[in-house]
């Protein structure tokens, strides 16, 4: 993946502009061909997005730094349950996928 990183110092108007719900706000903020990647989301979710563009779905995100999300892994290896959640241009939103 070719990848440029952009500083905002505005997040929130970034994620507010990109129509990600204030409820599934997060750390990270990505945009991959149209379709806004919030928070800690497996990659694999990010492809089956990518390849399936489900009708009116502006993007998917996992809110919160989940225990054991990608990036947040714990030297244990205990992982928290986490919902990657979908969400359209109003704000609607649906489970995209339970992780494991």
């Known amino acids: 993946?070719?990848?440029s990183l952009r500083d905002d110092q505005d997040m929130p108007a970034v994620k507010k502009r990109l129509g990600v719900p204030e409820q599934l706000a997060s750390c990270h903020t990505a945009v991959v061909d149209d379709m806004?990647?919030?928070g800690h989301?497996?990659?694999e979710q990010v492809k089956r997005l990518l390849r399936e563009k489900p009708a009116g779905v502006r993007g998917i995100a996992v809110p919160g730094m989940p225990a054991g999300s990608p990036g947040m892994e714990v030297p244990d290896g205990t992982k928290e349950p986490?919902?990657?959640i979908a969400f359209d241009q109003a704000g609607r939103t649906s489970v995209f996928a339970t992780s494991a």
């Open 82 to 84: 986490y919902q990657v």
């Open 36 to 38: 806004v990647i919030e």
């Open 41 to 43: 989301v497996p990659l």
């Open 1 to 3: 993946y070719e990848v």
